[in-house]
């Protein structure tokens, strides 16, 4: 069964936001604010482990979506990784590298690409101190299981940044109406289930700061991926949203199908800076290696062949990667969407222009250049 745009209706959203979040069913959290449970690190980390993450999946799956984990890390880690984050920045900025963001203007924010991999490799202590966080792996453990794999990007929203507009995340959330609208609605159903989203706030974020909004409960309405850039529910996300204050040091974790966006930094001095965490599915991969570019050059002159247009696209569909990511966001930016060029994209290209062999082979080389996250000649 497939999902249609023109079916999603803001009464069918309201409907689903008519739950409540019920505090008995969070009986390890300190409090229910604005529907979302609070949770007091160390009060958990000395409960069972295995019942506070039943409680935490409830909470993403079935409850408000989303959990806020006070004092989830300690400051003197958040200072010392806050220190090597501003180095990376004051790089970023020397080098001329204007970072974009998927929903807010370019050069409204300081945003860090690959942050994880750059910590590891600037300040590896920083990052062992950082990433031994028990409650960051108990968490991701409990929705996604074990061999989960974490990304990181840092976001730095200086006073007077505009936030982002509503949106859900990784991975249907990072696709157009049309493109999200040709996945079966059990697709709609896994996207939420093979992704983690986190933030760890690295200074105190008051609201006039502009932490995260979030619509609790939205993650529940099966039309999200194709609703949330309506203007209708754009409307109501703005009037009805929830935000909440955060402390140095303080995590959140929702599931990427909730309703959210960053806030606006109407501060005068508070440069919001935040960790955010993307943490993946083990599941999320083929089976096997394939040197997919080594199979374009083989096909590529039957492909130019064919003359049936959809057999050529099946052909493309079976050869080249038709997914955009991973990908090293730095170099390889979208252009004209939320996502960047895929190697199929590229393929594609090739055969309608009937480019050269050569200028094939170029332009593969230059897509799986733009991936690497360094230069391995340097």
Request: charged share 20%.
């Amino acid at each position: 069964m497939w999902l249609n745009p023109a079916d999603a209706r803001l009464d069918d959203l309201l409907t689903v936001l008519k739950d409540q979040t019920d505090p008995a069913d969070y009986p390890h959290a300190a409090t229910v604010e604005q529907q979302v449970p609070v949770y007091d690190a160390a009060r958990i980390r000395t409960a069972e482990p295995r019942a506070v993450q039943t409680e935490i999946v409830r909470a993403f799956a079935n409850g408000p979506g989303i959990v806020v984990l006070k004092g989830a890390f300690s400051n003197d880690v958040v200072d010392s990784t806050t220190a090597e984050f501003n180095l990376l920045i004051d790089e970023q900025r020397r080098s001329g590298v204007v970072a974009g963001d998927h929903f807010a203007k370019p050069g409204a924010n300081d945003r860090v690409w690959n942050a994880l991999e750059k910590l590891a490799v600037s300040a590896p202590e920083v990052f062992t101190a950082y990433y031994a966080n028990d409650l960051l792996a108990s968490v991701s453990a409990a929705w996604l299981g074990p061999a989960y794999q974490i990304t990181s990007q840092v976001n730095v929203v200086n006073p007077g940044g505009e936030g982002q507009t509503v949106h859900r995340d990784y991975h249907l959330g990072f696709q157009s109406d049309e493109v999200a609208a040709q996945y079966p609605e059990h697709v709609h159903r896994l996207s939420s289930v093979l992704t983690l989203q986190g933030a760890v706030a690295h200074c105190d974020m008051p609201v006039e700061s502009g932490p995260t909004l979030y619509l609790p409960h939205s993650q529940k309405y099966g039309l999200g991926y194709l609703a949330y850039r309506r203007p209708e529910f754009q409307a109501h996300f703005v009037d009805n949203h929830v935000q909440l204050p955060l402390e140095k040091g303080d995590a959140v974790f929702f599931n990427p199908a909730l309703f959210h966006a960053a806030g606006s930094n109407r501060s005068a001095d508070i440069k919001r800076m935040a960790n955010l965490l993307q943490i993946s599915s083990a599941f999320g991969r083929a089976m096997e290696s394939i040197d997919r570019a080594r199979m374009i050059e083989a096909v590529y002159p039957e492909l130019l062949a064919l003359t049936d247009p959809l057999a050529a696209e099946n052909v493309i569909a079976a050869t080249a990667e038709g997914y955009a990511f991973p990908t090293n966001l730095d170099r390889d930016q979208p252009i004209g969407g939320l996502a960047p060029q895929s190697q199929a994209d590229v393929l594609r290209s090739a055969v309608t222009e009937r480019w050269h062999p050569d200028k094939l082979r170029q332009a593969l080389d230059d897509h799986a250049g733009r991936r690497q996250t360094h230069d391995r000649n340097a």
